[in-house]
Nanobody, 127 residues
Framework: QVQLVESGGGSVQAGGSLRLSCAASGYTYSSACMAWFRQAPGKGREGVAHIYTGDGRTAYADSVKGRFTVSQDNAKNTLYLQMNSLKPEDTAMYYC????????????????????WGQGTQVTVSS
C-alpha cells in the first residue's frame, strides 16, 4: 500500500525558513514524479514544485522560484521542500503527491497526473 506522510510544517515569521519532508512507502521510489502542492483557505490547489526522481529534474512555480528548493533522498524514500524567505502569502496546507504510472521521464506537475497524496502539513507565515 502506497503511503505518503508529510511533516515539518509550523508557524514562522515572514523571512523565516521551514523544511518539509514527505516519507514515502509501499513502492520503489527510484523513478517517479514527486510534487509539492499547496492550498490556502478559499483557494484552489496550486502546484509548488516537482521533481523526477530518476534524474533529479525539477520545476517550480514562479511564485516560489529562488526561495524554495525541492530535493530527494532515494535511500530514505523521502522528498523534501526547503522553504526560505517565507512570505505571508505562502500560508497554506502543503501536500506531497506521487505519480507512479506516467511514462518514463514524464513529470508535468499537473494535479490530475498524481494518484497518491499525503494528508498535508500546515504552514503559517505571520507578518
Amino acid at each position: 500500500q502506497v503511503q505518503l506522510v508529510e511533516s515539518g510544517g509550523g508557524s514562522v515569521q515572514a523571512g523565516g525558513s521551514l523544511r518539509l519532508s514527505c516519507a514515502a512507502s509501499g513502492y520503489t521510489y527510484s523513478s517517479a514524479c514527486m510534487a509539492w502542492f499547496r492550498q490556502a483557505p478559499g483557494k484552489g490547489r496550486e502546484g509548488v514544485a516537482h521533481i523526477y526522481t530518476g534524474d533529479g529534474r525539477t520545476a517550480y512555480a514562479d511564485s516560489v522560484k529562488g526561495r524554495f528548493t525541492v530535493s530527494q533522498d532515494n535511500a530514505k524514500n523521502t522528498l523534501y521542500l526547503q522553504m526560505n524567505s517565507l512570505k505571508p502569502e505562502d500560508t497554506a496546507m502543503y501536500y506531497c503527491a506521487a505519480d507512479l504510472y506516467g511514462p518514463s521521464g514524464y513529470c508535468s506537475g499537473s494535479p490530475g497526473d498524481f494518484t497518491y497524496w499525503g494528508q498535508g502539513t500546515q504552514v503559517t507565515v505571520s507578518s
